[in-house]
């Protein structure tokens, strides 16, 4: 059993109350120790993607470029899309305005890519 589930064992049997309050912080420890331990896996797999996309991009040749740019931009589409369900929700003044650089960032480089993919391509079709 937790701790939390003898707290509340113990606050129905405690008629002074003492043993709710005792609840109520087992609660918000654990809260705590929760959001530290989730932080710390965000920020591991974070290091990892970066680490993981470092060793992809050096490792890719030219010739693959175009086809390669053309796939990020549509992943990048649907961080487009993640960035502008951030910015719409109602989860704060701050969370609104980091969504809103989102969107602004993440269209600056779906319309780079796709500047940069057309490019390219017409550089491989025959002058008439």
Known sequence: MS?????LQAATADPNGTAEKIA?????ASAATGSASHLILLLT?????????VE????????LHTPLMSGSN?????TLVGAILAAGGNNGTL???????????????????????????AMFKSRK
């Open 95 to 121: 969370a609104s305005v980091l969504g809103f650089s989102a969107v602004v960032c993440a269209t600056m480089n779906v319309v780079g890519g796709f500047v940069v993919t057309n490019r390219m391509l």
């Open 3 to 7: 701790i939390l589930s003898f707290a």
């Open 24 to 28: 109520e912080a087992a609660t918000t």
């Open 74 to 78: 549509a992943i990048s589409g649907i």
């Open 45 to 53: 797999v974070f290091a990892l993607a970066v680490f993981l996309g």
């Open 56 to 63: 992809i991009i050096t490792k890719i040749p030219p010739t």
